[in-house]
């Protein structure tokens, strides 16, 4: 469509005169057009090698409604087309060109968005996961307490079965103590039924059998004692396993603790990449 420059309204065409002098001070990747109230193109400077999206008298159309917003409003207004519409993300400023305070065009300044849309993708993919690796690391937290709270359950359980060993050795001493006693018994009675002659021999058969009753008390009371004490050793080993599988979970829980700090030191960060490029 051919466009009668001499009917364009003056403050338009001052514009398009400067127009190359003004893309030179902008980014190589910049678009800029120039439009009337009713949406033709007018003019534009596009990167080299770049497709124009409307050639000269050809009518935009801007689906976001951001054209006829600046129109209405006469005010600059920030726009962003995602890649859906123009098949690439675009963002930039519309802003009105007037005469005498009336809107008779408007300049749109846009440029690819392509990047932070990109990096934007990256960082919620990245909060995502870093959200994934918390939750994941509150189950091992908690895991690791749930462990800690059954260790200390076992080392008061074995705490009480040591209690009971000491209590079974004192128990077997006594008995041990006790056969000793019967067998010096055992033995006066067998010298006494010697002495006794004929008289003593019910006797000293009693008293051999109390002394053979002894001495097999005794050596099960020894028995019995070397068994208590190899189960206080176990139990000693046991419980030295227990505390320091708890010191183990303690400094697992730090390390976990440091870790999830660290995460969320990453998520404000990528609050913030997300924030500064909105």
Not at 82 to 88: A, M, N, Q, S
């Amino acid at each position: 469509m051919h466009i009668d420059f001499s009917q364009v309204n003056p403050e338009i065409n001052k514009i398009l005169e400067v127009l190359p002098t003004i893309y030179q001070l902008l980014d190589d990747s910049s678009f800029i057009t120039v439009m009337d109230v009713e949406g033709t193109v007018l003019g534009f400077q596009i990167p080299n090698g770049a497709v124009p999206l409307k050639a000269i008298g050809e009518h935009l159309d801007d689906p976001s409604g951001g054209f006829d917003e600046v129109v209405r409003t006469g005010k600059r207004k920030y726009n962003y087309l995602p890649k859906e519409v123009l098949g690439e993300a675009f963002e930039g400023y519309l802003a009105p060109i007037k005469d005498n305070n009336k809107v008779v065009g408007v300049i749109i300044y846009t440029h690819s968005a392509g990047a932070k849309d990109t990096v934007h993708e990256i960082s919620t993919e990245f909060k995502k996961t870093v959200n994934e690796i918390d939750g994941s690391l509150t189950d091992i937290f908690s895991g690791i307490i749930q462990i800690n709270g059954i260790l200390d359950g076992m080392v008061g359980q074995m705490t009480n079965i040591d209690g009971d060993v000491k209590k079974a050795s004192s128990i077997v001493g006594e008995i041990s103590g006790n056969a000793s006693r019967s067998n010096i018994l055992a033995l006066n009675a067998s010298i006494e039924a010697a002495r006794s002659g004929e008289n003593g021999k019910g006797f000293s058969v009693v008293a051999t059998e109390m002394g053979k009753l002894a001495n097999d008390s005794g050596t099960s009371s020894n028995e019995i004692s070397q068994t208590l004490k190899l189960i206080d050793k176990d139990i000693k080993n046991i419980l030295e396993g227990i505390n320091q599988s708890d010191e183990v979970s303690k400094e697992h829980l730090d390390k976990v603790d440091l870790i999830r700090k660290k995460l969320s030191k990453c998520l404000s960060l990528a609050n913030k990449l997300e924030e500064s490029i909105k």
